[in-house]
């Protein structure tokens, strides 16, 4: 564990923070709050969310060692979770456990081991939440639950039918799964179209029992491939859905800047959305797109030849994106503030990789955009305060690292 002053220049990780700025002559208003057929509706101009004064980070916190304490040998550092009280809780898939540090670093203890009984975890994709005192760790089908002291509680077994689980959440003492819809037909069956359906389940964290879905977004016109999966077309983006306070959902449009802000029960409740326009879809940019998909499913050899082919009738069949998609994923704060991210800023718009860099405009509990982080090439976000940003981080050596940054004023004047 280590503790770190003002974040160089040269660091993985910056952020920019954005101001209204005035123009000439009269302008909308920078941030208004509308009634959209009974639903309050936050609007922010496009000149209020492009614009504003910096901010920097502080890193305060970092694990991950190469040669230093065993429980900080990461060796595939996947994802992390906050607790209410701040303590940090470390998927590590290679080593198939969780770690667990309190807020300042220190190390608690590990839960999990690899294996194939209950509360062990064999698949290398360990997703977590944690639902008040209550571990819950996604070991692919195998949904695991363990009391924060580490004893295991339960494991179910989770296979929601037709559809694929993303991600799991946990506020409060609630937790949801969010998943889409990825086999419509058998592999046998080629062609068709249909929608790729994001939704939102409730479940019990204490027995696993699962819901009905709360939230259903219909999501961009999908294709069946000879892999009975679904292929869509390049440069387009699925809703993506986060947990806020007291159970709320946040859901992104996938296309337009919007997010849809449903109570636990699934209503709609709010509405944040900033007059931005998708960027349009040039024919070279789908090109592009597919030059290095089929590149890719070349290098693979074999089968792989056959299902390049398919994506390129699924392009063809389907049509060209109306445009590319404004925002990404979405990471709530406690407190309802979230960090949008900006999928229309990528520095490659072709095709996404890991070792892009993101962009993520911050926005406020009242839907104002106030801010914008930046994160270089191969720094992942993992959860968001509100005052503090988590990430997961690599060095040229390869080793994982667990960083804490907090966001505080610069002095330096507006980007």
Not at 375 to 381: I, S
Request: proline share 6%; with cysteine.
């Amino acid at each position: 564990m280590t503790r770190r002053a003002v974040v160089p220049a040269s660091a993985a990780v910056a952020l920019l923070l954005a101001a209204c700025s005035g123009g000439d002559g009269p302008a909308r208003a920078a941030f208004e709050v509308v009634d959209s057929a009974g639903v309050p509706t936050a609007v922010n101009s496009a000149d209020a969310t492009e614009s504003a004064p910096a901010l920097q980070l502080v890193e305060d916190l970092r694990l991950g060692t190469i040669d230093g304490p065993e429980p900080e040998q990461f060796v595939g550092l996947r994802q992390v979770v906050l607790d209410e009280s701040g303590r940090l809780y470390l998927s590590d898939s290679g080593a198939r456990t969780v770690r667990v540090f309190e807020e300042d670093g220190t190390f608690v203890r590990t839960i999990g081991r690899a294996g194939e009984g209950p509360g062990e975890f064999n698949n290398e994709t360990l997703g977590i939440a944690v639902a008040r005192d209550t571990l819950l760790v996604l070991d692919r089908f195998r949904l695991h639950a363990f009391d924060t002291s580490g004893e295991f509680l339960h494991s179910t077994q989770q296979e929601l039918a037709g559809n694929e689980i993303a991600s799991l959440f946990g506020a409060g003492d609630g937790a949801w799964f969010v998943g889409r819809s990825v086999l419509v037909r058998p592999p046998e069956e080629v062609g068709g179209a249909t929608r790729d359906t994001v939704r939102v389940w409730p479940f019990d964290p204490a027995t696993g029992a699962v819901g009905d879905p709360v939230v259903e977004v219909p999501g961009e016109r999908r294709w069946s491939v000879p892999n009975g999966r679904l292929a869509g077309r390049w440069l387009t983006h699925a809703p993506h859905a986060a947990v806020g306070p007291n159970g709320r959902l946040y859901v992104t449009d996938g296309t337009a800047y919007a997010v849809t802000v449903h109570a636990a029960d699934g209503r709609v409740i709010r509405r944040i959305r900033a007059d931005l326009d998708p960027p349009p879809v040039s024919t070279d940019a789908v090109e592009a797109a597919v030059d290095r998909t089929r590149a890719y499913y070349d290098s693979l050899g074999g089968g792989f030849v056959a299902l390049a082919d398919a994506f390129e009738q699924a392009q063809r069949e389907l049509g060209p994106a109306e445009g590319r998609p404004i925002t990404g994923r979405i990471v709530v704060a406690p407190e309802g503030a979230f960090l949008l991210e900006r999928r229309d800023l990528d520095p490659d718009p072709h095709m996404r990789s890991s070792g892009d860099a993101t962009t993520w405009d911050h926005i406020d509990r009242e839907g104002r955009v106030i801010g914008r982080v930046v994160l270089a090439a191969g720094v992942r976000l993992q959860a968001f305060t509100g005052t503090h940003i988590v990430t997961v981080e690599r060095d040229e050596l390869g080793v994982s690292y667990a960083v804490r940054y907090a966001l505080q004023t610069s002095t330096r004047p507006p980007v």
